[in-house]
């Protein structure tokens, strides 16, 4: 306890990422550390003895949002809004001494309320599992699938966007897309009629999804590399989607701030795993492509505050920032509103290599059969 709170007092502590490996006391007490530097100068003195207690108390990692908000004295959501994002951070209390300030705040819109929900969810579940053992539960996970090698093997054999393809039983959207609903079956079927990957949602509330789903899919002798869908919006979320056999996580831009999204795609690299990190607007795009290590982008037509779903969206983004994305060896996927042969031409033609496919094939009887319909053929596997 004496070097935690002496190594407090080097402050300015620079943004470093989290421990990677393993929780040994070291790292532990370096997050600890970070966990201490949070609001003020004045507030950071006051609160660096109880910062630390309470840090050690719950086992508790912070964000880099966190150290943001305290190496600039400026709110995350203010942050936030200076790079676009519209998306509100709640902002609980982390010690017993704060208050929340906006206790009477309504989300704006669904994906601000997705977000918020999912803070509590993860908390809630941070408590139950804290970090040090979803990272040791993630060394013995199933080892990593090449998700990006999948894509790009189906790309070259069928000569049409690689699929991935997506268990989802309903959407906010969308409501139920589908009432018999078996993730194996229907994970199998899509690997039978030549999926190249398979995205799984597991957010419980608003997508009737679950961990669950992606844990017995994995484990179901399907092989085909699996996106676990959800919203990050912590990195806790990523090492325990490792641990339930996830090959690739999603990332969304309009989100997470950039620090979190450049530590976010730090970590899923360094597990080996695949950062699918998804924009809608040019202003997001720009902002990932100067993101060191990132390999795959996915241009949503979906507009996740309104659900307005236009396929213009990929041409217009890769007619613009097309040539700077093949430089840099980026992939594209084009997500959302793919219905038909045409649509997925169409995207095809704007420029990208894989696509996103869930309520077409969901809501299909047989969705395996669905895909030779989506591509106006049988796909080779
Ligand atoms: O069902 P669709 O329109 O084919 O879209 C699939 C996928 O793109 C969509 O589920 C999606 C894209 N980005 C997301 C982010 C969160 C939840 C879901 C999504």
Redesign the pocket.
């Known amino acids: 306890m004496e070097s935690l709170l002496a190594a407090a007092h080097l402050q300015p502590v620079a943004f470093s990422p989290a421990p990677l490996s393993s929780s040994t006391s070291s790292s532990r007490s370096s997050s600890v550390v970070r966990g201490a530097c949070r609001g003020s100068h004045a507030v950071r003195c006051a609160y660096a003895k109880d910062a630390i207690l309470y840090a050690l108390e719950h086992d508790e990692m912070f964000n880099s949002d966190e150290v943001i908000q305290w190496e600039s004295g400026k709110n995350i959501n203010t942050i936030a809004a200076a790079q676009g994002i519209s998306i509100r951070r709640r902002c609980r209390p982390r010690y017993p001494s704060e208050g929340t300030g906006d206790d009477k705040a309504v989300p704006r819109h669904i994906l601000e309320q997705i977000v918020w929900d999912k803070e509590v969810e993860v908390s809630q579940r941070k408590a139950k599992k804290p970090l040090r053992d979803v990272m040791e539960s993630s060394e013995h996970a199933p080892p990593v699938r090449d998700f990006i090698g999948a894509l790009t093997t189906a790309y070259v054999r069928n000569s049409v966007p690689a699929l991935i393809a997506?268990i989802?039983k309903a959407?906010p959207s969308r409501g139920v897309l589908r009432e018999n609903f078996n993730p194996v079956e229907i994970a199998q079927a899509y690997e039978e009629n030549g999926a190249a990957c398979i995205s799984i949602?597991t957010d419980e509330r608003h997508?009737q999804g679950s961990y669950e789903h992606l844990e017995t899919v994995r484990n179901s002798g399907v092989k085909l590399p699996i996106l676990c869908?959800e919203?990050i919006i912590d990195s806790w979320q990523i090492y325990y989607a490792r641990s339930k056999g996830a090959d690739a996580i999603?990332l969304?831009a309009a989100v997470l701030p950039d620090l979190d999204l450049k530590y976010m795609v730090r970590v899923c690299n360094n597990l080996g795993m695949t950062a699918l990190v998804?924009v809608h607007d040019e202003r997001e795009l720009d902002r990932v492509l100067k993101i060191d290590g990132v390999k795959l982008i996915g241009i949503?037509n979906?507009n996740?505050e309104t659900f307005v779903?236009d396929t213009l969206n990929t041409r217009m983004l890769m007619e613009k920032r097309g040539d700077d994305i093949r430089e840099k060896g980026i992939l594209v996927v084009g997500?959302?509103?793919?219905f038909t042969a045409e649509d997925v031409a169409y995207v095809h033609r704007a420029g990208v290599s894989s696509i996103?496919?869930?309520?077409?094939l969901m809501k299909a009887e047989d969705p395996g059969r669905a895909i030779a319909g989506l591509f106006g053929k049988e796909l080779l596997h």
Not at 335 to 338: A, I, K, N, R, V
Not at 356 to 360: A, D, I
């Open positions: 997506e989802k959407s949602l997508f869908k919203f999603l969304i998804e949503n979906r996740l779903v997500e959302s509103g793919l996103l496919v869930g309520e077409s």
